[in-house]
């Protein structure tokens, strides 16, 4: 079922044009939700009463003064035709979990079927990209019998744990919700369209808060990733290197208030070397399923979970990953390999997806200017933002150079951040420049 069964045609379009006036910053959207009932008293009000909202740049009061709804009804009328679902923040059917985050969306787009995440034990699933053998088997495994107790599993679909959790998920015998960084109507990695399709056609849902036809963007990630964990009760790190995404998640949970778990690796293992400093930092261990169902099967008073989980028996089933094109598919000719490659990458592709290929597989195009849009800039906490300010445009700098009036832990850490962010790099000789 296409747009929205909760409100009318001429309110759903009032919430597109201030979702696209403000971009994608919940922030801002927070800070907007005291001072309205309805998007329309935006709309109307004079430029110095919205130059009294906190974080509002000259640029969100132009578009909300602008009076054109034009953008708008065109999105709308692209759901209609997609059969995609508007559902907006005063919609009843919003998540109300997702409604309690600091940084909610103003809207989610949908398909499939709406899951009752009031009633459900919601786990959010991520990890890195260039998973080992190691890590395919621990996110197949935990995510098939977290779901044979019953339990959602959330990822953001990326390459790597994302798709292997929500094949593992649906194999075993659950559901699976999926949020990604751009337009529905976008397989993103392209070779997820088989595993999109399936998601959809299993009873699963995805969402996105950018409206059909966005293309991904590389900051388009980092910013879903509060929704991921705002939808979750609790998060499994299942393999993250130091600079990986699935870190962002994390911290996002913790912002939250949700339970951060991770599954311990060798020390040694780059590519879990994120999980391991998740474990110092206070996230808890995280071995078998069975454990978590133990520990959170009398949260709801519904009694949700089942009592046992169905253990996986053989290990992850490579087959199916295949033909849901996690694994084994065919990269670019024009990409170079990389020096450990996603498992079982390399062989054909069976079917192509129902929806529109992005134009890169990898990583998502990089946007034409070098300057942040507002609202990756909204998105930063103040230590994040004060680092970039302190940073120069063109010259690379030490972090021992960086003068901020935070202590400098923290500037590390938020140094750290933007880099995972894709706004700083990391330079030889300790040195750190913007993107």
Request: proline letters at 8%; glycine letters at 10%; a negative charge.
């Amino acid at each position: 079922m296409g747009v929205s069964v909760g409100l009318e045609r001429n309110e759903l379009i009032d919430w597109i044009r201030l979702a696209e006036a403000i971009g994608r910053s919940g922030t801002v959207f927070r800070k907007l939700v005291g001072h309205f009932t309805h998007p329309a008293e935006l709309f109307g009000a004079g430029e110095e009463t919205l130059r009294a909202i906190p974080e509002l740049t000259g640029n969100n009061i132009r578009a909300l003064r602008s009076g054109d709804p034009a953008g708008a009804i065109a999105i709308f009328e692209a759901c209609e035709r997609l059969g995609i679902r508007i559902l907006p923040y005063g919609d009843d059917d919003f998540p109300r979990i997702l409604r309690e985050i600091p940084d909610p969306p103003p809207l989610l787009y949908s398909v499939g079927t709406l899951p009752d995440f009031a009633n459900t034990f919601c786990v959010g699933m991520v990890g890195t990209r260039k998973m080992t053998e190691s890590g395919l088997e621990n996110g197949y495994r935990l995510a098939y019998e977290l779901a044979s107790a019953q339990a959602l599993i959330i990822s953001g679909l990326a390459e790597g744990i994302d798709g292997v959790c929500a094949v593992g998920a649906m194999e075993g015998g659950g559901k699976t919700v999926a949020v990604i960084g751009c337009g529905l109507d976008i397989a993103y990695p392209r070779h997820h369209g088989k595993l999109m399709n399936r998601i959809v056609e299993s009873g699963g849902a995805i969402f996105s808060e950018y409206p059909p036809g966005t293309r991904p963007m590389h900051y388009h990630f980092p910013i879903r990733n509060r929704i991921i964990s705002g939808l979750s009760q609790v998060v499994i790190v299942v393999e993250a290197g130091a600079a990986s995404g699935s870190l962002i998640t994390a911290r996002e949970a913790v912002t939250q208030g949700r339970k951060v778990f991770a599954v311990p690796a060798d020390a040694e293992a780059e590519e879990a070397a994120g999980n391991n400093q998740l474990l110092r930092d206070g996230a808890s261990v995280v071995l078998e399923a069975q454990d978590l169902v133990d520990r959170y099967r009398y949260v709801f008073d519904t009694r949700p979970l089942a009592e046992k989980v169905r253990p996986l028996v053989g290990g992850a089933d490579r087959e199916v990953l295949k033909r849901c094109g996690v694994i084994a598919w065919d990269r670019p000719e024009r990409e170079h390999p990389a020096k450990r490659q996603p498992v079982g990458n390399g062989l054909p592709r069976e079917n192509e997806p129902r929806v529109s290929p992005a134009r890169d597989e990898e990583q998502p195009p990089q946007p034409a200017k070098t300057k942040m849009p507002d609202e990756v800039l909204q998105s930063l906490t103040p230590v994040q933002r004060a680092v970039l300010e302190a940073m120069p445009d063109d010259i690379p700098v030490t972090s021992e150079s960086i003068r901020t009036e935070y202590p400098f832990g923290e500037v590390l850490a938020a140094l750290t951040m933007l880099e995972i962010l894709g706004i700083v790099r990391k330079l030889p000789g300790s040195m750190y420049g913007k993107v």
